[in-house]
Every structure is written in C-alpha cells, then in structure tokens.
C-alpha cells in the first residue's frame, strides 16, 4: 500500500505537465543546509507551498498523493513543511532543531533521488517533447498521426486522466487514437500496465467505436517486454536513438 506522503519524481513530473517547470527547477536547484540528511524532504516541502499556492494541490493529490486527506497525509504534509522551513532558518544562520532534523520517518514514498533519476526526468520530458514536435514524421502501423486536441483546447502532451497522465496522446486522420508511454526508469511490466490502463481509459471515455492502439518507447526493448507485448493487441514497441555531432568552428580571429 502507498504511505502517506509522495514521491518526489511525481511532484516533478507533476510540475513539467503543469507549467511549473521553471519553478520545479528552483526547487531542485535549492540549497539545503548539509546538516539536513535527508535533503529531498525540505524540497517537498517547497513543492507542497508551490502546489497549494498555485491551487493545484487537489490535482496533484487526486493523481499522486490520495493519502493528503487522511489524517497521516495531513502529518506528512506538515512535516515536510517544518523541514522546509527549518532549512531556511539553518540558512539564515538559525540554531538547528536536533529532533526536526533528525525524526524524519523513513517510509516506502520517502524516496531520495539520485543524480541519475534526475537525469531520467529531464530526458524523458526532452524525449516526450521532441515525439511532440515530430509526431507527423513518425508513423505508427503505417499510419501517420497528430497530437489529439479536446474540445477545450487542452492538447495531448501530458494529458491529464483520472487514472493519471498519458505521455502523449495522438489521433489519426480516421480518429483512432494513439497512445505514447516512454519508458526510461521503469520495469516493463509497470510500462505495458501503464499503457493499457490508459488505453482502457481513453476508450472508455474518449473513443466510443473508434480503435485505440498504445505504443511504448524506450532506449531499448528487451525480451521481457517483447513477450508481454505478444500478448496485448494494438500495442506496439519503438526503440529510440540519441545521437550528437560535434564539429570544430574555430577561435574568433581579430
């Protein structure tokens, strides 16, 4: 079962599909003082003041944090503000409270990231906007499709769901839907469920008769992931390439 506070990567991720990614790296680029161990906490806590400033708590907690209401979540969303808050006196040059630093529980959503999985979020957000810019180049079965627009205007990029955001969410000439998971720092077997969650989703509440097919992308597709796909229809596998130039321009001449 979840525990009652939040993954960082979700508030991250959260923050990218929301228009807050400038500010959610200010966050990620804070201070924190080294007397605080478990430096991710207080930057949960800058997201927790960020979210409910900018009323998108309730989005957020609905897609990523269900526990908040409960009277855990409520002790968790405070703590991580006492934290937060602690680490701006200690940059102040404040007087450390010992049991504030100290008592922070330990807990299956208390998750410290490393460099490599922020990395993994800036790639996946670099990789996600460039299917984005390039979608009408990539064809899908032999067919070609665009980024899906709803009827308010919202687009397809991150789109919001009740059972949490599709990556990407495109439609063909025929409307038939299609719909993009990237898989970077996740398991196939989490990636193919994620996928059709969300295709279930979208022909429940989007589709009707029309066809919904699902794609993963990935780096690389690996035997697991191939033996689970051959047994999930409409679903099919890209494998992505990265690739840099270097070329040498030469100093300024006076």
Not at 145 to 162: F, H, I, K, N, Q
Request: aromatic share 8%; proline share 6%; net charge negative.
């Amino acid at each position: 079962m979840p525990g009652p506070g939040f993954k960082i990567a979700d508030a991250y991720r959260f923050a990218s599909a929301h228009g807050l990614e400038a500010e959610s790296l200010d966050i990620q680029a804070m201070r924190v003082d080294p007397r605080i161990k478990k430096r991710h906490v207080p930057r949960k806590g800058a997201f927790v003041e960020l979210f409910e400033g900018r009323e998108q708590m309730g989005a957020f907690a609905e897609l990523y944090w269900p526990a908040l209401a409960t009277p855990p979540g409520q002790q968790r969303r405070q703590q991580y503000l006492d934290l937060k808050n602690q680490n701006d006196e200690l940059l102040r040059g404040g007087v450390p409270d010992e049991d504030l630093i100290l008592d922070v529980p330990v807990s299956a959503d208390d998750d410290t990231p490393t460099d490599a999985d922020l990395a993994a979020f800036a790639m996946e957000a670099q990789l996600r906007d460039f299917i984005v810019e390039n979608i009408s180049q990539i064809p899908i079965g032999g067919r070609r499709v665009r980024l899906y627009v709803d009827g308010s205007g919202r687009g397809g990029r991150e789109y919001p769901t009740s059972v949490g955001p599709i990556d990407i969410l495109a439609i063909d000439d025929a409307g038939n839907f299609l719909v993009f998971e990237l898989k970077l720092d996740r398991g196939p077997d989490r990636a193919l469920g994620q996928l059709a969650r969300y295709m279930g989703w979208v022909k429940t509440h989007l589709a009707g008769d029309r066809e919904v097919r699902g794609a993963v992308v990935a780096r690389s597709i690996d035997e697991r992931l191939r033996y689970a796909a051959c047994v999930v229809p409409n679903v099919a596998l890209l494998e992505y390439e990265v690739q840099f130039n270097v070329r040498d321009v030469g100093p300024i001449v006076a």
